[in-house]
């Protein structure tokens, strides 16, 4: 193992994809090991990213699995790449693409930190507003964006939940999406989420001026592994994109943290969020 491994986005997805194979054959650690030659333990480590996955050893796996030979030369080239590219912390590689893997690392998270600038947070938002947002015309990020608040929903009965720190201005409040029935909706449910232990919801009202991060939305993710470092992810109507060199993650945890300052308190935003939906 390299020394001082950090596995990206990339190697992570990979890892995953392994471990598919194991479940898809209804194989155990143990059963899988014995059949290529690897210890469970390598064979663990190497589905959740705390080494890098070898090409040798992945053509291994899909020699053993009877994967067909194009899934596995893919992912190969993956690894590959993954290697070539780890020391630059690069997060987009052949075949990966960040906006479909999203779900995953908020599924993988402990900490999800987001600033949102003209919409509500994907991960409360309802169907209804997030398909008026979208105006049907783009299905695939429709569906994406589902599947990120599944991937937290599914988190709230854990063992060890996902924290949400999410943090918008008061214009989010007041963009009527979807008509004044859907927003009102919307606005219900992020009174009712607030609920949550796990859930901090903070307002930047429309009088505190400029403020960090305006006009660049951003969503950091943090998670309970040491090999695992934070993730922030940016999306446009275009694409997404990890970015994981640590300096730059660190820029957007400072402006996180300045965002938060400056937001009025969770109680005083659950008190903006109430008075806009009592004006619907």
């Not at 990979?14 to 194989?27: F, H, S």
């Not at 029935?181 to 992020?190: E, G, I, S």
């Not at 919801?201 to 951003?218: D, E, I, K, W």
């Not at 993730?231 to 993650?249: H, K, N, S, W």
Request: charged residues 20%; aromatic residues 8%; negative net charge.
């Amino acid at each position: 193992m390299p020394k001082d491994f950090r596995a990206t986005a990339l190697e992570r997805a990979i890892g995953r994809q392994l471990a598919g194979w194991r479940a898809e054959r209804e194989l155990s650690l143990t059963e899988a090991g014995q059949r290529v030659g690897f210890s469970s333990a390598k064979l663990s480590m190497m589905e959740n990213a705390v080494q890098p996955s070898a090409a040798v050893d992945i053509m291994a796996l899909g020699y053993v699995y009877k994967v067909p030979t194009a899934e596995w030369q893919a992912v190969v080239l993956r690894a590959q790449y993954a290697e070539q590219v780890r020391t630059r912390a690069l997060g987009c590689g052949v075949g990966f693409d960040p906006a479909a893997d999203f779900a995953n690392l908020v599924f993988e998270s402990t900490l999800l930190r987001v600033f949102t600038t003209d919409l509500v947070p994907s991960v409360f938002q309802l169907a209804g507003y997030t398909h008026a947002a979208m105006q049907t015309d783009d299905p695939v990020r429709t569906a994406r964006l589902a599947m990120a608040r599944e991937a937290w929903s599914t988190r709230l009965g854990d063992k060890d939940p996902l924290t949400v720190q999410a943090v918008f201005p008061e214009a989010v409040l007041r963009q009527v999406v979807g008509g004044p029935r859907v927003m009102k909706a919307q606005l219900l449910h992020l009174m009712e989420v607030s609920e949550q232990p796990t859930v901090s919801l903070r307002v930047v009202p429309r009088g505190a001026g400029a403020y960090p991060a305006m006009g660049s939305p951003f969503t950091l993710l943090s998670f309970p592994h040491r090999q695992h470092n934070d993730v922030a992810y940016l999306e446009t109507f275009i694409r997404g994109e990890y970015v994981e060199d640590p300096a730059l993650t660190e820029e957007c945890a400072q402006r996180f943290a300045g965002l938060r300052q400056l937001a009025l308190g969770e109680g005083e935003s659950l008190e903006l969020i109430a008075e806009a939906a009592a004006e619907l």
